[in-house]
């Protein structure tokens, strides 16, 4: 009985295990490419000889890595700190305060999550192209601005996980601070954020990454623009533009995809739970 | 409360309701960012299924349309169900080991977290005819693998292979699924004599329906968009956007460049109209017949 026991653990862990690989697969290989030399990446073997680490040196002398990275960085970090900013008050006021129509209006807030980017993308260039650039005499394309500003009055899917969150906390925590005579901006910074902070992680990381990674807004917004391009647009281009070789496609995607990889696996306990929350308990 | 709205308020009626209208608006419209947009009725539409008069003459219409709405209903007719079928598989063999299922976890989600354009170079280069492993693999075997990204027919196949690496979100939420499941629902039927199948049947599948209904529905959402993975594979191999011969043409890839490439705007407005509107009737269907099939209790809400 326990020898049977044994055995199936042990099938089953190399099922997993053998699963895993071919998740990894990809990765790895991608990472040995990486180090590989020009001949080799064109041979398809897998163990780099010699390991050149100096490709990565070659794609930053090749192309501007450090600018990429900065305009990302500055995407990814300023619209999160947008969203988390405008999202919370939004949250509180659909899970926490009663009013008429609250209900509808939510509504309206989950709809949004159906509406193609593509219906509102097109007016949305337009305007930051005509009406917004002449009314202020900025210029918004050819920059991050139309990628950030928006994100600084609310977001539809990160306002739906911090509700689905707020409406867990019990609701005597906060009716106490209300009887003690405190307004909800003291029920939101004294109980709500304190106990909602796993949300709110949640919801700052899932936006980094979605911003980290965003191809279609840059692409529309940026690719008239070489100095103001993320690395995902930067990158897409890389292998047509500066080099056929894939050795170094594959260092500069490594070098694009090492950041969020490592933020995933720091976190990954935020990720899971909130992809849990919104789609388990919806 | 007006205060706290405010802010959304001003952002939902600049950012997506005024755009959306806008969109509408410049469907009817003939508009290349350079004269003003000159009102047209409904020739985009007509220009769309091709049944365009002009000037007394018949126009034969977008020849790339129908191109675009077959390739996009297939991913999504054969890349959504396969997504669904090898997560829930996924997820219940991380059911049946005691310990190390965070592990395993972990190490499924990441791929759905890499960055679209990275994610597509990668496959671009592990599909690649010759010396990409994946047919060097298949050469071992005795097969003589297909040209993938640039064969028309094994380009779409391809891209569903690359989208079954990014299923991790939904391996995370099929597996809290099941883990919902009650025990005694299993000792309940188990008593009666059931089998692996009738437990999987009648017990594990009406347990995840709400589940499975989610990512379908998301999943249309997403496939009627499907872009990234598209654009980036059909650029990297150097035939430009669509290669190999309109393949990898997808309605969102088609309505970019109409867009962007051609300045086609009040065209593709039209485009990104009937794009919204097929989705709305997609989810309407699926939410109409959802009573039917999808369970609703039982640790699920």
Redesign the interface.
């Known amino acids: 009985m326990r020898r049977k026991r044994f055995l199936l653990a042990v099938a089953n862990h190399s099922v997993l295990i053998g699963v895993s690989a071919l998740f990894m697969f990809p990765i790895i290989y991608m990472f040995f490419t990486a180090v590989q030399s020009n001949d080799q990446a064109l041979t398809g073997s897998i163990w780099p000889h010699p390991f050149v680490w100096s490709n990565f040196k070659t794609v930053f002398d090749e192309i501007n890595v450090w600018r990429y990275l900065w305009n990302t960085f500055l995407y990814a970090g300023l619209s999160t700190v947008g969203v988390v900013c405008s999202c919370v008050p939004v949250a509180y006021a659909f899970s926490r305060i009663d009013w008429r129509g609250r209900n509808i209006v939510f509504l309206l807030v989950l709809s949004t999550l159906m509406l193609p980017t593509q219906v509102t993308s097109i007016p949305l260039y337009i305007l930051w192209a005509k009406q917004f650039h002449e009314w202020t005499g900025i210029q918004f394309i050819g920059t991050l601005k139309p990628l950030i500003i928006p994100s600084f009055f609310g977001d539809a899917f990160s306002i739906f996980l911090l509700r689905q969150f707020f409406l867990t906390i019990p609701k005597e925590l906060t009716d106490a601070i209300r009887v003690d005579g405190g307004g909800h901006l003291q029920v939101l910074w004294r109980v709500i954020i304190p106990l909602a902070k796993p949300a709110i992680v949640a919801v700052a990381l899932f936006n980094f990454i979605y911003a980290w990674n965003d191809f279609y807004g840059p692409l529309v917004y940026l690719a008239s623009n070489q100095d103001a391009q993320t690395l995902s647009v930067a990158l897409s281009s890389f292998r047509s533009l500066h080099h056929v070789d894939w050795n170094l496609t594959m260092a500069a995607a490594l070098i694009f995809m090492l950041p969020v990889i490592v933020i995933f696996f720091l976190a990954q306990r935020v990720f899971i739970e909130g992809i849990t929350l919104t789609g388990v308990k919806g | ?1 007006r205060l ?2 405010s ?2 308020i ?3 009626v ?3 309701a ?3 209208l ?2 509408l608006y ?1 469907s009817f419209t003939h ?1 290349d ?1 350079i004269s003003s947009p000159r009102w047209i009725g409904l020739d985009n539409y007509r220009y769309m299924i091709g049944k365009l008069t002009l000037n007394g003459q018949p126009n034969q219409g977008d020849p790339y349309f129908g191109t675009a709405v077959r390739n996009t209903i297939w991913i999504i007719v054969v890349g959504l169900p396969l997504r669904i079928v090898f997560a829930i598989a ?1 997820a219940m ?2 059911t ?3 310990r ?1 299922v965070n592990g ?8 759905s ?7 597509s ?3 671009v ?2 599909f ?1 005819p ?4 994946i047919n ?1 693999f298949l050469g071992h075997l005795g097969i003589n693998g297909p040209l993938w990204f640039f064969d028309p027919t094994w380009a779409k196949p391809a891209l569903v292979v690359l989208g079954l ?1 990014g299923i ?2 939904a391996i ?2 099929y597996l ?2 099941l883990l ?1 499941v009650p025990r005694d629902l299993y000792e309940a039927i188990s008593v009666e004599g059931a089998n692996a199948w009738q437990r999987f049947r009648y017990v594990t599948f009406p347990m995840l329906t ?2 499975i209904f ?2 379908l529905i998301i999943g249309i ?1 997403d496939g ?2 499907y ?2 993975q598209a ?2 594979s059909a ?2 191999t ?1 035939n430009g956007v669509g290669s190999p011969q309109n393949s990898l043409l997808f309605y ?1 890839v088609w ?2 460049e109409q ?2 490439t051609y300045f086609h ?1 009040g065209y ?2 039209a ?3 009937i ?2 509107i097929a ?2 009737v997609l ?1 309407a269907i699926l939410l109409l017949t959802s009573r039917r099939w999808v369970h609703y209790g039982g640790g ?2």
């Open positions: 409360m706290v709205l802010p959304w001003f952002g939902f600049v950012f997506t005024g755009p959306m806008l969109s410049y508009y960012l996924t063999l991380l049946r080991p005691k190390g395993y976890r972990t190490l499924f989600f990441m791929p977290m890499a960055p679209t354009v990275g994610a170079l990668v496959f280069y592990l690649n010759v010396t990409g492993p060097q690496w991790g979100d995370v939420l809290a699924g919902n709400p589940v989610f990512t959402i009627f968009q872009f990234d654009y980036v650029t990297t150097g969102s309505l970019y867009a962007f705007m593709a407005a485009m990104a109209w794009l919204f989705t709305m989810t699920l809400s």
